[in-house]
C-alpha cells in the first residue's frame, strides 16, 4: 500500500517563507509526476507546481519567482519551498503522485493537505 503525508504547514507572517514535504511511502516501484495544489476556505482546489520524474517543473503565473519543486527520488520526497509568502497564499496545500506500485500497478494518490495560513 502506497501513501502520501505532506507535512512543513504553519503560521508565518507576510514575506516570510516555508517548505512543505511530500513523502510517499509504501512499496513504490517508480515515482512519476508529483504536483502541488491548494485550496483555500470557499474556494475550488486550484493547481499550485509540478515536477516530472525527471526534474522539468511548472508554475502557476500566481507563484512563479516566489516558489520552488524539487524532488529526491531517493527519499521518494518532494518539496514545495514558499519564499515571500503573501495572504492571498494562505490554504491547505496537498501533493498529488503518479506513481506505479512494486505490484506494477499504475496509481495517483492524494495527501491528506497541511494548513499553510499567511498572517501577520
Known amino acids: 500500500q502506497v501513501q502520501l503525508a505532506e507535512s512543513g504547514g504553519g503560521l508565518v507572517q507576510p514575506g516570510g517563507s516555508l517548505r512543505l514535504s511530500c513523502l510517499v511511502s509504501?512499496?513504490?516501484?517508480?515515482?512519476?509526476?508529483v504536483g502541488w495544489y491548494r485550496q483555500a476556505s470557499g474556494m475550488q482546489r486550484e493547481w499550485v507546481a509540478t515536477?516530472?520524474?525527471?526534474?522539468?517543473?511548472n508554475y502557476a503565473d500566481s507563484v512563479k519567482g516566489r516558489f520552488a519543486v524539487s524532488r529526491d527520488n531517493e527519499k521518494n520526497t518532494v518539496y514545495l519551498q514558499m519564499n515571500s509568502l503573501k495572504p492571498e497564499d494562505t490554504a491547505v496545500y496537498y501533493c498529488?503522485?503518479?506513481?506505479?506500485?512494486?505490484?506494477?500497478?499504475?496509481?495517483?494518490?492524494w495527501g491528506q493537505g497541511t494548513q499553510v495560513t499567511v498572517s501577520s
Open positions: 509504501g512499496s513504490v516501484a517508480s515515482l512519476n509526476a
Open positions: 498529488k503522485a503518479d506513481l506505479v506500485s512494486v505490484a506494477g500497478r499504475w496509481e495517483r494518490l
Open positions: 515536477i516530472a520524474s525527471g526534474g522539468a517543473t
